[in-house]
């Protein structure tokens, strides 16, 4: 078990908590004693031991997530000192942010976004002022509020699912040509569609009821 | 959570809903929106000759707090001069609404929606300059 997810980091050593013996910054486990370490301070690509770009293999990310995850198990730290279930605690809960934000595409292109320099949300609460995008945001909410019919709230559903199509295509195109203010802008748009297709659930829902 | 009176009472009974022609001279729009949580909020003003906004109107998508916060600024701005109503600040709706702190962010979008309608409306009649940076 020590330890497939190394690569990246194996030439940065730290001293295990445990043993003080050398351990892989990255390395879940320490290669002489076993104590499992603090969760690395690595992006959340790196914790899942993939290449930093926004078109993932979902696959792969499930299959190195169960694995890691398996090795992390409370049931594996159950007889381990309280500092050791502490440590694995901290691992899987970093373990599950990484997994959380990369399989899903509108918190890891606004991860990405962030991660390659450009601040889109500082402190949380950013003012968009992009006029086009909230035009746009403006006028399907509109949209949405006057329709009375199952149909045509299924029409929006489906005008609003192709518009998101589209975005996560221009969002891959724009990561791949580096092209980070577009990504950016893209980000914003995608966040925006995503309340929309909330938005459009609860209608329908209010419909049914 | 336990929301203020005057916070239920705007959300429920929100005053100056609606549009105005956004084309006419003596209109300012402004139209902000936080991506965070979705939000878009559009308020509008229709000034007088003499710098007196006579009439408001929002038309908000998201929270309760954001609908409340766009609510009460139309109805402060109301019968205010332009630079006054530029005055307005976040903290004041906040404060009035008795935001907590996790929607202070709505009360910053209403104060920047008043700001980018008072800047349109100096814009368009050719006065921008002055409280270009009011928002800064």
Redesign the interface.
Known sequence: MNDANVKAKENTVKSCWSCKGPVAVAALFCPTCEAVQAPAPVNHFERLGIDVTYDVNTGAIDRLYFDLQRQLHPDRFATKAPKEKALSQQQATALNDAYEVLKDPLKRADYLVHLLGIDV?PE??????D?A???E??EM??KLMMVDSMKAITEIQRETKAEIDDVLCALSLAFAGDDIRGACQLT?RL??L???M??VRQSRARLLA | MAYSKELIDHYENPRNVGSMEDESGDVGTGLVGAPACGDVMKLQIKVSADGIIEDAKFKTFGCGSAIASSSLVTEWVKGKTIDEAGEIKNTDIAEELALPPVKIHCSVLAEDAIKAAIEDYKGKTGDADESKDAAE
């Open positions: 949300l949380g609460c950013n003012l968009v002022k006029q995008i909230l035009i945001a403006m909410r509109e914003t966040k925006y995503d309340k929309m909330g938005e």
